[in-house]
């Protein structure tokens, strides 16, 4: 998994102002956001969130500031995900068509036992995305850092980290190997556990899997 990138053109002080804007009107209410701080101990290479560029040809002078929401929502079928609150909507327009209790990134950190000075940070990342792929049957193909968190040694052929049966039934994937998958620890569900992705209980999966196309936006915060 990969850490947050504080530096990336998405924590850019007016984009991310009007983000909060949009993600309060997305929910219908007050939420907590919440951001990772400090730096990482490994760098890495950072996610590429999807830049807003939409522009009206003319200056947009909305009447209110929720118009002003509007304008700036997604067309179509997108998904947004509160990590503080582990919570998935499903959404269209200003509309809720489904919400998931989920398991997004725990925080926590795991030093690379052949270099003290690199490791990883399990955080779920923040910012614009796009659902780009969406798998049924997924298998897991496991990084480093889950043989080095059991104390397994780390094999040399790549068919020995091809594990299945644990992502779920599907996968959603938005890029640098995250994705929304199932989970085997359904009672964790609503907390903080995971190494980055997103976990969901079989049957949002399935919705998400069936009504979320290729293409759509995801927004994290």
């Not at 939409?54 to 500031?65: C, D, E, I, L, N």
């Not at 998958?181 to 949002?204: A, K, S």
């Given at each position: 998994m990969q850490p947050l990138n504080p530096s990336s053109p998405f924590f850019k002080p007016i984009f991310f102002k009007v983000l909060i804007g949009l993600i309060w009107y997305?929910?219908?209410?007050?939420?907590?956001?919440?951001?990772?701080?400090?730096?990482?101990?490994?760098k890495l290479t950072p996610h590429q969130p999807l830049k807003v560029t939409?522009?009206?040809?003319?200056?947009?002078?909305?009447?209110?500031?929720t118009s002003l929401m509007q304008s700036l929502a997604p067309k179509g079928i997108y998904v947004v995900v509160d990590t503080a609150q582990n919570t998935v909507y499903v959404r269209e327009g200003n509309k809720i068509l489904h919400t998931a209790v989920a398991s997004t990134g725990s925080g926590a950190s795991l030093k690379d036992p052949r270099d003290p000075n690199k490791g990883w940070v399990f955080e779920t990342?923040?910012?614009?995305?796009?659902?780009?792929?969406?798998?049924?049957?997924?298998?897991?193909?496991k990084p480093d850092w889950a043989f080095i968190e059991e104390g397994e040694a780390i094999p040399t052929k790549?068919?020995?980290?091809?594990?299945?049966?644990?992502?779920?039934?599907y996968a959603l994937g938005f890029?640098?190997?995250?994705?929304?998958?199932?989970?085997?620890?359904?009672?964790?569900?609503?907390?903080?556990?995971?190494?980055?992705?997103?976990?969901?209980?079989?049957?949002?999966?399935?919705?998400?899997?069936?009504?979320?196309?290729?293409?759509?936006?995801?927004?994290?915060?």
């Open positions: 997305l929910t219908l209410g007050t939420v907590s956001i919440s951001l990772a701080s400090g730096s990482a101990i490994k939409a522009k009206a040809k003319t200056p947009v002078q909305p009447s209110s500031g990342p923040r910012g614009v995305y796009a659902i780009l792929n969406k798998i049924k049957n997924p298998a897991w193909v790549s068919q020995d980290r091809i594990e299945t049966g644990v992502l779920g039934d890029g640098n190997g995250y994705f929304i998958h199932g989970t085997l620890y359904t009672r964790m569900l609503g907390t903080n556990v995971t190494h980055g992705c997103i976990r969901l209980g079989d049957e949002d999966l399935e919705y998400l899997y069936r009504h979320v196309p290729t293409g759509a936006t995801l927004i994290i915060y």
